[in-house]
């Protein structure tokens, strides 16, 4: 079983929608929480940044963690065809070795 | 402020050969991190120097090797290149090891014949 889990998609959402994007993770010890976008042929750059469980908000983008689930999620509100990307979860027991899922393609249809 | 810097962009090596990538953190950052990204898989950690030192490393071969000069610029050497090593190469960089947050570069994309 890998250690972080996230459904590859691709997901398609017409503009303006809610989106969901969710990690799971197997290890209880994890209590860093990332959320990064991908553009393509672009490194990933860093949306929300979480320590350990609740909600944080920024802008459209809101980030969850739930760690009696193992679940991690963002969400995006009012999407837009600049959102199109990948985004990938990442979570940390300490403060280095970041364990990345595998990322969603999202695309949001204009 | 700039942001992480890698170089070059693109490389195309034969199998057998050595790659070296370059990375410059952002400005007053003292760790380095390398990440493998290959297709179809997530961001695989490979590497990390702060303050010169090789602090942890991911589960790769001793070919994949690096250092971290004095001014916290990173060079990752990868040597006998094989098919598989083809991806493109991350360098993230953080203030410090306390719950800082790993800022990314663009990435070199490295391809192996």
């Known amino acids: 079983q890998k250690e972080v889990e996230q459904d590859p998609g691709p997901l398609s959402v017409p503009e303006g929608a809610i989106v969901s994007l969710n990690c799971t993770y197997s290890?209880?010890?994890?209590?860093?929480f990332m959320w990064y976008r991908q553009y393509s042929r672009k490194g990933p750059e860093l949306l929300m940044y979480?320590?350990?469980?609740g909600n944080k908000e920024d802008g459209r983008f809101t980030a969850q963690v739930d760690k009696s689930s193992k679940y991690i999620s963002l969400f995006i509100r009012d999407s837009q065809p600049s959102d199109s990307a990948t985004y990938l979860c990442?979570?940390?027991?300490?403060?280095?070795?970041?364990?990345f899922g595998t990322g969603t393609r999202l695309k949001v249809l204009a | 402020e700039a942001g992480v810097t890698q170089s070059p962009t693109h490389l195309i090596k034969t199998r057998g050969q050595q790659a070296t990538l370059r990375c410059s953190p952002i400005?007053?950052?003292?760790?380095v991190y390398w990440y493998q990204q290959a297709l179809g898989l997530g961001l695989q950690f490979l590497l990390w120097?702060?303050?010169?030192?090789?602090?942890n490393r991911g589960n790769f071969p001793p070919r994949f090797s690096g250092r971290q000069f004095p001014n916290y610029s990173s060079e990752l050497n990868v040597n006998a290149l094989e098919l598989e090593d083809s991806a493109l190469y991350l360098c993230?960089?953080?203030f410090g090891q306390g719950g800082e947050t790993q800022y990314f570069g663009p990435g070199t994309r490295l391809l192996v014949l």
């Open positions: 993230a960089s953080s």
């Open positions: 290890n209880s010890a994890f209590q860093y």
């Open positions: 979480t320590y350990s469980s």
């Open positions: 990442a979570m940390s027991v300490g403060t280095y070795k970041y364990i």
């Open positions: 400005s007053g950052h003292t760790s």
């Open positions: 120097y702060d303050e010169g030192e090789e602090r």
